[in-house]
């Protein structure tokens, strides 16, 4: 046997027993007889070599080289294939070593240090842990284990969250794995490191009922009991630090008694080779737990030289033809070792593709200062076996990483409810203010409002209103999958409330803006209303908000988004954080969606205003609300434009976002019901205008056209004043005219009586066409007065009084016109 490593003495004397049972069977290898030949390398690769070249140039030829340790194998196995030589380890456990291409005839019954990574895999999975820490010493060995930890974790879905390693002073990466919130931890390191590794721990307080500890399980069992200079923490310190740890080691000898190919159960075998030591205490033997590995390559190589027998034979070969250039014989010897299976002292012996043991592994778990068997593991078979004696620090075994509770937040029940009722009044309010304005649709009060289209408005409140209700339904009333059809009765609830209720009322105002602020031969020509022109603007507005809508739902559908916070501790004692989540309704480009929106829907809120303002001095009988129109626009515009913006800041404040445009729309909504319809309502009731309005409707026929009725009934109200006034005037012209009529002939009668008294003292004088008559005086129109009027006017200069205090002839046809 070449090779060994320090404190090997228990390794040759069970090697020999395996020999000498080996050579005292006559089933296997009955032609031979086999020779073991020992040089101690002390596991230095330069002697080792030394011993190599001695091995390979004396007598006689060897067919095995088995050498003990890793550094020494490594050397070995590199150089062996040059010789056409298997190599046997019985002790060497580097991952290195598990490289065909690099070792293509390395074999070894110890198994590589990565057969600890899947036990540890099977207890993460067990224990349910998905995440886990490592941290390492920088030398080659634990550098390929943890490579190969880091491959079988990735397959097996497990995640390494931080990764670290030091030299010689473990300092820093113990505090990297506290900062990082790591609490499953492997450790790979040697023992004297492991005590710095801890004294650490202990000092970041890296352990308790949080942490779980993985360490290598072939440390002594009271290593962290022995006193270090180079910690300055003391036992009890260590002790507390390093209880609950979990460690993983190769089962050296079979815990089952069970008889092998050697035909001894595992305890026989101690039983013999403590009588080959001399009663040697095994604590103070080197090696002593390696022994069955030992022993069991002796019986693996045994068995694997008698299976080539046959196989060389059909070739007319033999073994004793061996050389260190025949590759045949080395052949045959190495598919008999990659097919062993058999059970030895150490348990089932049986290799990988590698060449390396496959072996069950022991769990243990420090419980009280001591460690305790909890488990094995047989990875080639997958099967754990548990005691169930696994104990903790706290309920059970922690949490691979702080536990993370999702916590949606859900809107204020008492706030919902007390809006809902609010909601619930204003649509009842709706309700009655469409029904008054439906039943007293023929009082010309009302039909001066234009009542279809504060039908339309009421509509649109109650509909506006609706729309608070799956404003205010979250996750705590319906599942997330029908989350998406609230979002849309939102949207299109107050989208066509808002198109209904305030494009009506925008309409009107239009309306009067439009007529009342042209130029006079313009306004005459639009005062006459088509009431379908407005319907019309209505139907403008709604189709543009319904084809949005639709382009909207079509193009880019609403669906739920969660919000996430930041986490949050809980007041007890917990190893927990709340993860506060909202519900949203939302699209994938819901900003431009809202911004197209909000545009479009401010700049009517500012037309309207604008309009309001413009029309409210004016006065119209035809459309007899807008100036209470006006009023509601102001309320709405100033409502709507607040509450856009402050929605979207406080979006992720549920309470707050829907509690402000909740009240929003519910005040709104209030103060377009209450200045559109309560006036009315009072009118109609105070002044009983509904009676008086039926009765006159039921005198002058009912006209449908209420504009005309009334235009009519104002004119036969003049005319009947007119008419009066024509008879009186009438009358004092008749009295007037008769009043001269009889002065005309009093001064005919006066002036004949004169003539008959002149002609009778003298002649006349010849009539002359240019003698003016007596009392004539310029500038009276002669031709407008009988001859005998004009010659009475002194007898007259009374009547001039009467002339001017009452009317002249001259203005009796100003009467008529």
């Known amino acids: 046997m070449s090779g060994g490593w320090p404190g090997g003495q228990a390794c040759l004397p069970a090697a020999q027993m395996a020999l000498d049972l080996v050579n005292n069977r006559s089933d296997i290898l009955p032609d031979y007889e086999l020779e073991l030949i020992y040089y101690d390398s002390m596991c230095d690769p330069g002697e080792a070599t030394k011993l190599l070249y001695d091995l390979l140039y004396t007598e006689p030829i060897k067919i095995v080289l088995m050498p003990g340790c890793s550094s020494v194998s490594t050397l070995v196995a590199e150089a062996a294939r040059m010789w056409n030589l298997i190599v046997f380890s019985y002790g060497s456990s580097s991952p290195a070593l598990s490289n065909r291409q690099r070792f293509p005839t390395f074999f070894r019954t110890h198994p590589s240090a990565t057969l600890h990574n899947p036990t540890r895999v099977r207890l993460f999975q067990k224990w349910k842990w998905t995440k886990i820490a490592t941290i390492q010493q920088t030398t080659e060995v634990f550098t390929s284990t943890l490579d190969d930890l880091e491959q079988r974790v990735k397959e097996a879905g ?131 737990q390696e022994a069955p590995l030992a022993y069991d390559a002796v019986w693996a190589l045994a068995l694997a030289l008698n299976k080539t027998v046959a196989p060389l034979r059909g070739k007319g070969r033999r073994l004793e033809d061996f050389n260190y250039n025949n590759k045949d014989i080395t052949s045959e010897i190495y598919r008999a070792l990659n097919t062993s299976s058999f059970e030895g002292v150490s348990g089932h012996v049986v290799f990988d593709a590698q060449g390396s043991r496959m072996a069950w592994t022991l769990i243990e778990q420090l419980q009280g200062g001591s460690y305790k068997k909890i488990g094995y593991y047989d990875s080639t078979k997958g099967n754990l076996s548990w005691y169930g004696n696994d104990k903790w620090i706290g309920a059970g075994p922690p949490a691979d990483q702080t536990v993370v509770i999702e916590e949606f937040r859900f809107l204020s029940q008492k706030l919902f409810v007390s809006v809902s009722v609010f909601a619930g009044m204003g649509i009842l309010l709706g309700i009655v203010c469409l029904t008054f304005n439906i039943y007293n649709s023929n009082v010309r009060y009302i039909q001066n409002s234009q009542p279809y289209l504060n039908n339309i408005t009421a509509v649109g409140c109650v509909l506006a209103l609706a729309a608070v209700f799956p404003l205010g339904i979250d996750g705590h009333h319906v599942h997330r999958s029908q989350f998406p059809v609230v979002c849309q009765f939102r949207l299109w609830l107050l989208g066509l409330g808002f198109s209904l209720a305030y494009g009506s009322m925008f309409t009107k105002i239009w309306w009067v803006h439009t007529v009342y602020t042209k130029k006079d031969e313009k306004k005459e020509k639009r005062k006459h209303l088509e009431p379908w022109k407005l319907y019309a603007t209505v ?155 039926q009765q006159d409707t039921l005198k002058t026929g009912s006209s449908t056209n209420n504009n005309d009725e009334e235009k009519s009934r104002q004119l036969e109200r003049e005319n009947r004043e007119l008419q009066k006034i024509i008879q009186e005037k009438e009358e004092r012209v008749t009295e007037l005219r008769n009043q001269l009529a009889e002065r005309q002939a009093l001064r005919s009668r006066r002036h004949t009586s004169s003539q008959n008294q002149n002609q009778n003292h003298s002649a006349p004088p010849p009539p002359s066409s240019q003698a003016e008559p007596p009392g004539y005086s310029p500038g009276t129109e002669q031709h407008s007065l009988p001859p005998s009027f004009s010659n009475s006017s002194n007898l007259y200069q009374g009547e001039g009084k009467l002339s001017r205090n009452h009317c002249h002839n001259s203005r009796l046809p100003l009467l008529y016109k």
């Open 158 to 288: 497990i995640e390494i969250s931080v990764r670290q390693s030091f030299l010689t002073d473990p300092a820093v990466a113990v505090k990297n794995l506290k900062r990082q919130d790591a609490r499953i931890i492997v450790g790979l390191f040697y023992e004297t490191e492991a005590r710095k590794v801890f004294c650490e721990v202990y000092k970041e307080k890296l352990f308790g009922k949080k942490y779980v500890w993985f360490l290598i399980g072939w440390y002594a069992d009271n290593w962290f009991k022995i006193k270090d200079p180079a910690i300055n923490c003391t036992v009890e310190q260590m002790t507390e630090a390093v209880e609950g740890h979990v460690t993983t080691e190769i089962v050296m000898l079979n815990p089952e008694t069970v008889r092998g190919a050697s035909n001894l159960t595992s305890q026989e075998f101690l039983a013999q080779l403590m009588s080959r030591l001399g009663g040697k205490n095994p604590e103070e033997t080197g090696g002593f």
């Open 539 to 693: 139907g403008v507005l709604l189709a543009i908000d319904v084809l949005s809508l639709m382009i909207w739902q079509i193009v880019d559908p609403l669906h739920i988004t969660v919000e996430k916070f930041t986490k949050e501790a809980p007041k007890a004692d917990l190893d927990v954080l709340i993860q506060p989540l909202l519900e949203h309704c939302s699209s994938e480009k819901m900003n431009t969606w809202l911004g197209v929106v909000y545009g479009y829907k401010g700049l009517l809120l500012l037309l309207g205003i604008f309009l309001a303002y413009e029309t409210k001095s004016i006065s119209t009988e035809k459309i007899n609300d807008h100036r209470a129109v006006g009023m509601a626009i102001y309320n709405v515009a100033v409502l709507c434009m607040i509450t856009a913006p402050v929605t979207m800041i406080l979006s992720s404040q549920q309470d707050a976002s829907f509690a402000f445009a909740s009240l929003a729309i519910v005040f709104s909504v209030y103060i377009t019901l209450v200045v559109l319809f309560v006036p009315k309502m009072r009118r109609l009731i105070t002044r009983g205008e509904w009676q008086s309005e």
